[in-house]
């Protein structure tokens, strides 16, 4: 496995910049996950590491080596994106085969057998391996996308939006078994998603996007802790940050615009009155809907919670976010 890193990439489509001067380092070991609006400029960053695409200006680094030069085979990566790619006319197992039957690789037929039974094991795709893979469903398909790259000790994995299509079930115990693949093997993904628990469970570092800038990079709680601008702090937390006006609790810091308060920054019991307009009871979590002060606001509650719409609830702020006018944190 290996380090990479980005230097100053830039990439434009025409008057899209795509990415403007992103430089970051993925650690040899790391799972990291780049998250972003759509158009943010994600895809295109695994592009610049894949070699699918070149940028404009910068350069990426595999293991300590540019590889502006190389072609993806080069480069030594596996890809898994969001839409299956398979052999049409190969079953399962000769879809998973096929990465590890290069004839630079030699790998022995009894290896080749292991590794395949293993992932198709990992995925619960060996049941399917004498299918043909377009007698599958896109859940099925999408499992041996992700089974042929994993056969494959790479330098990198990059993978996008994979787990997308798949019911909550399997992505939830893909995500035991992606997280595990990265700490029993060391191996370097790069990863992109819009889902955040996503990014919260499996990354060691989460690198936000937007508008191809990248606005800050680092361990997934770092980033819900202590994020640089409310763009950072709205990419991570469910339900997502209140953004009010700075002043709606009292005085505010000087230059702060908004303030920013994420549910567990809300005490409830203290403060002044909001009153409840809905309880929201989603299994696992149970929302308060909240109007303070003609603002609605949104945080969690005890799932016991006697309360229901029209209740007073006094709430303070507890060591909440500023942010300026422009969105960057002032404290
Ligand atoms: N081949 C292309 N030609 C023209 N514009 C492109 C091309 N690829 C990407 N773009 C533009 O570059 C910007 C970044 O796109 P990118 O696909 O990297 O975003 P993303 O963050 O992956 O978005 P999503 O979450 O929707 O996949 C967008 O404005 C997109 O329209």
Known sequence: MAEVSLSGIT?????????????????????????GPTGAGKTTA?????GLDRPDAGEVHIGGRPVGGLTPAQRDVAMVFQQYSLYPH??????LEFPLKSPLLRTPRAEID???????????????????????SGGEMQRVSIGRALVRRPSVYLMDEPLSSLDAKLRADLRVELKKIQ?????????????????????????VLDQGRLLQFGAPREVYENPVSIQAAARL????????????????????????????????GAGADSTVVRVERLGDQT?????????????????????????LVPIRPRQPFYFDAAGARVA
Do not use: C, W
């Open 11 to 35: 990439r434009r489509f025409g008057d899209t910049l795509a990415l403007d001067d992103v430089s970051l380092t993925v650690p040899d070991g790391a799972f990291v996950v780049l998250l």
């Open 46 to 50: 695994l592009r610049m590491v894949s």
């Open 90 to 95: 190969l079953t399962v197992r000769e879809n």
């Open 114 to 136: 292991r590794k395949v039974a293993e992932v198709a094991g990992m995925l619960q795709i060996a049941h399917k391996l004498d299918n043909r893979a377009t007698n599958l």
């Open 183 to 207: 700490a029993d093997f060391g191996a370097t993904l790069i990863y992109v998603t819009h889902d955040q628990v996503e990014a919260m469970t499996m990354a060691t570092h989460v690198g």
């Open 237 to 268: 937390g469910q339900p997502r940050i209140n953004l009010l006006p700075a002043d709606l609790f009292g005085d505010a810091p000087p230059r702060a615009a908004t303030i920013g308060l994420r549910p567990e920054q809300i005490e409830q």
């Open 287 to 311: 929302r308060l809907h909240l109007i303070y002060r003609d603002h609605a606001l949104v945080t969690v509650t005890d799932p016991h919670t006697p309360l229901g719409p029209g209740d």
